[in-house]
């Protein structure tokens, strides 16, 4: 590690294998809910309008994604020439693409480029860190980085999450760079806002970035005591160059921008004032409950959820470094450098996470940018106990243990990091318990034992993000009827053979309580549990042949969502003949009638006739 330490090159080509070699291996093994017709989707109409000259279909979302898309149409090409220039012509290629549903086999070059882009921010945080993270915080920050279970899970799916984190993060630590000596160098300004203009390309929330700069860069001025008038030149002069250099990038990659620059402005502004006040339209979960916003608190648990016991102890030793003198390593220049890197870290951190506070949307991933800067913090706290170390290995032992430990805890969740849940707060099982769980992992396991199914081809089954199931299931994966979705309806699940029952549905209670008690009142066939939480339940079905499309409801007792017809020999008919005894099977969801007032049913015919009536239905087993 010496002789590392003293070849900087030989140390970051290491730091970027490390990281590489923990996201390579198997990136086909399972697929997120936002990939397959989100992003996916969207980088094969990026690409097929890069190729065909039309700026205007690079537009798709107001996310902006821009830098996502880049991601998956680079995959797409590569896969493009792995395939050997099939259909002809690029658009060719893409119009046959296998999209929906999406092939497996495809995955990890559609991945790598994120894989590539996430690996390299261990090398540049420990090239860039060095001048105010020190050596040893700088090595130990880019390595717990490359070790980070949250980041390394969202670094292996073609999303915007890793991306705009790694970002922001490097734009943050340029910037470190350029304000640490009274020579401000603009050289690593003009790269932050280089960074800061990718990041506004991936996610709206990273704007937050030019009020972090302009706050920091105004404190920074003001700490070096010069006049009024100068502080305000130098800041206007600052931020202009760093305003400059990111609203260059952000037209330049964004051939949107060329012909409807304001047009795309409204767009992601409009977008950002919307989803700021609402809150999932699906719900969320927390702390035991179904509810539409998890609230204020909701950030700070995940980030301790999502972060490792390692993480916490360095947090630990760097607030008792800032605190207690015997801490504080060097003295004089040294030292002021150290605290005012970590205060800046913190308060870059903090002000993240009260922006996406706000936010009516909430989702675990949306704090990920916050992470890297608490890591940084957690190896600065390392740094400062090594210090103290005098014996060199000693202090070796210091980081190397932390090291080891790190991996010891993140490495048995390959390939589904996204498993991980901080083992001091009782892991994957209290997590489930108070934070909404599961994003697609573990459906590739239910696709696979009802495969082995003898007749597994000819199967029905709905799951829970059918489009991440579907993908690899030799049967039918059924997502809707008519109009009829299983995020909304239980006539889906009735109709099938088979429900896959999904984590963060039960959490949530979709498509509602009585379609999930229905279902979840009898043993299921079989249970995906990955480091101790239970990701979906296969439960048989009643393969309901006959569903009703639309509402067919008593409204505020119950709704009609189906039936089943059968002769007295138990077989399926469409029709009854006089003097003939047949069988009818009536599915309901009953929605506040109560059992107490059962339900009548007669039968009438085509005239209006009343034929026959039924015994009364009660709610002995309601769905």
């Not at 984190?165 to 910037?175: D, I, K, P, T």
């Not at 991936?202 to 700069?213: A, E, I, Q």
């Not at 870059?348 to 800067?373: C, N």
Request: proline share 7%.
């Amino acid at each position: 590690m010496t002789h590392l330490l003293r070849r900087p090159v030989l140390l970051e080509v290491a730091l970027f294998l490390a990281a590489l070699s923990l996201r390579l291996p198997g990136l086909d093994v399972f697929l997120t809910a936002d990939e397959p017709k989100a992003w996916f989707g969207r980088s094969i109409q990026f690409l097929a309008a890069l190729a065909q000259g039309d700026w205007a279909a690079t537009f798709d979302s107001p996310a902006p994604g821009v830098t996502t898309m880049w991601s998956g149409a680079l995959g797409l090409l590569l896969e493009y020439l792995r395939q050997g220039l099939p259909g002809g012509d690029l658009p060719a290629f893409l119009a046959h693409v296998p999209f929906d549903p999406l092939s497996p086999s495809i995955l990890p070059l559609i991945r790598l480029p994120i894989v590539l882009v996430t690996a390299l921010a261990a090398p540049l945080t420990y090239r860039w860190g060095r001048s105010f993270l020190g050596q040893p915080g700088a090595v130990l920050a880019a390595l717990l980085l490359a070790f980070d279970p949250f980041l390394l899970a969202l670094s292996r799916v073609l999303g915007h999450d890793a991306l705009v984190a790694v970002f922001m993060w490097l734009s943050v630590v340029a910037f470190l760079c350029a304000i640490q000596t009274d020579r401000f160098d603009r050289r690593f300004l003009l790269g932050s806002g280089l960074l800061a203009g990718l990041a506004f390309l991936t996610k709206y929330p990273s704007l937050v970035l030019g009020v972090f700069v302009g706050l920091t860069l105004l404190a920074v001025r003001v700490s070096w005591r010069q006049s009024a008038r100068q502080v305000a030149g130098a800041w206007v002069a600052d931020m202009l160059v760093w305003g400059a250099a990111a609203g260059l990038i952000f037209v330049v990659l964004w051939p949107a921008m060329w012909i409807d620059p304001l047009g795309r402005v409204i767009a992601i502004v409009s977008d950002a004032v919307r989803a700021s006040g609402s809150p999932h339209p699906k719900g969320s979960f927390f702390i035991g409950q179904p509810v539409p916003d998890p609230g204020a608190g909701f950030y700070a648990l995940v980030a301790l959820f999502r972060t490792t016991p390692l993480v916490w102890l360095g947090w630990l030793l760097a607030a008792m470094s800032l605190i207690s003198r015997r801490w504080q390593g060097d003295a004089g220049e040294g030292r002021r450098r150290w605290q005012r890197a970590a205060l800046i870290l913190l308060a870059y951190a903090l002000l993240y996470g009260l922006l996406v506070t706000f936010g009516g949307k909430k989702q675990d991933r949306y704090i990920l940018p916050a992470i890297p800067a608490l890591v940084a913090l957690a190896a600065l706290g390392y740094a400062q106990l090594s210090s103290l170390v005098r014996r060199a290995a000693l202090r070796w032992g210091v980081w190397v243990g932390v090291i080891a430990l790190q991996a010891v805890v993140v490495l048995p969740h390959w390939p589904y990091y996204f498993t991980y849940y901080n083992p001091v707060l009782g892991g994957g099982p209290a997590a489930v318990q108070t934070l909404m769980v599961g994003w697609g992992e573990g459906l590739d396991r239910a696709a696979a034992w009802l495969n082995d199914l003898p007749n597994a081809v000819d199967l029905r089954v709905v799951s829970w993000y059918s489009t991440t199931f579907e993908p690899f299931f030799k049967g039918q994966a059924i997502y809707k009827l008519e109009e009829e979705k299983i995020s909304r309806s239980p006539k889906p699940g009735l109709a099938a053979d088979y429900v896959v029952l999904y984590v963060n549905q039960v959490q949530r209670e979709l498509p509602s309580a009585g379609a999930l008690q229905f279902f979840r009142a009898s043993t299921p066939a079989f249970t995906v549990t990955l480091h101790g939480i239970d990701y979906a339940w296969i439960y048989p079905s009643v393969a309901m042949p006959h569903v009703f499309a639309g509402d067919l409801r008593l409204v505020g007792q119950a709704e009609l969502l189906g039936y089943d017809l059968r002769n007295g020999d138990g077989q399926p008919v469409t029709s009854i003949e006089p003097d003939t005894v047949a069988y009818l099977t009536l599915y309901w969801e009953w929605q506040g009638k109560s059992s107490d007032d059962p339900i009548r049913v007669s039968l009438v015919d085509e005239a209006g006739k009343t034929r026959g009536w039924g015994n009364h239905i009660r709610t002995e087993a309601p769905l």
